[in-house]
């Protein structure tokens, strides 16, 4: 609206001097004017034409800019949230796996040293009273009943309900259960005897 306005006018201004002077000097008035008129008029069609290009492309992308922006504030929200959340939670988590790893550490230095311990129990028996097949089977049935003692002993943090505590006594003596069963099996079996050479 407001183009068709300006070209109006612009067209009204550029008739209005041209009609006067029509009028005070028919004669006077020169084609060059009327074609530098003509021509003001056709630059003026060529920038309604370049401005209306424009304004559908304005009309087009304007929207799609701002809703990108508004995409782009939403996300940065986001990440500001996520971020905050983030350092929040390493925080936190930072003393926990500190403490994780010290529980870790202790763990394996238990049981290496309860292997080393075991391992020269075993020694100083097979030493002070030697074993023969039963006496060895005997040693087994007697180190798993040990475990699992021990296993139901040490059993504190699990054992609030009677499922948690059999269920947690039978997984920590699992280990001796099946070792003590395959040795048990394993000294049972009878040697072949060797046959004299001639």
């Given amino acids: 609206m ?57 009309n087009e992308n304007v ?14 929200q986001k990440n500001n949230d996520l971020a905050s959340t983030n350092f929040m939670l390493r925080n936190k988590l930072e003393p926990q796996s500190s403490i994780a790893m010290q529980w870790v550490f202790w763990i394996s230095a238990g049981l290496g040293v309860g292997m080393l311990v075991l391992f020269t129990i075993f020694k100083a028996v097979k030493r002070a009273w030697p074993l023969t097949g039963p006496k060895r089977q005997l040693f087994v049935l007697v180190s798993v009943a040990s475990w699992a003692t021990i296993a139901v002993i040490l059993n504190g943090d699990m054992s609030d309900h009677p499922i ?26 009878t040697q072949p005897k060797a046959k004299p050479d001639f």
Avoid at 10 to 31: E, G, K, M, R, T
Avoid at 35 to 41: F, I, T, V, Y
Avoid at 175 to 189: D, Q, S
Wanted: hydrophobic share 45%; charged share 25%; glycine share 4%.
């Fill in 63 to 76: 929207p799609k800019h701002q809703k990108l922006l508004a995409d782009y504030d939403e996300l940065r």
């Fill in 2 to 58: 407001r183009r068709l306005v300006v070209s109006a006018l612009l067209v009204f201004l550029c008739l209005i001097p041209a009609h006067s002077a029509q009028q005070d000097n028919s004669n006077s008035q020169s084609p060059k004017a009327l074609l530098d008129c003509l021509s003001e008029r056709n630059e003026l069609r060529k920038t309604d034409a370049a401005a209306k290009k424009w304004e559908d492309w304005a």
């Fill in 164 to 189: 948690n505590m059999l269920a947690t006594d039978i997984a920590a003596s699992l280990p001796a259960i099946l070792f003590g069963g395959i040795g048990f099996w394993w000294i049972g079996k």
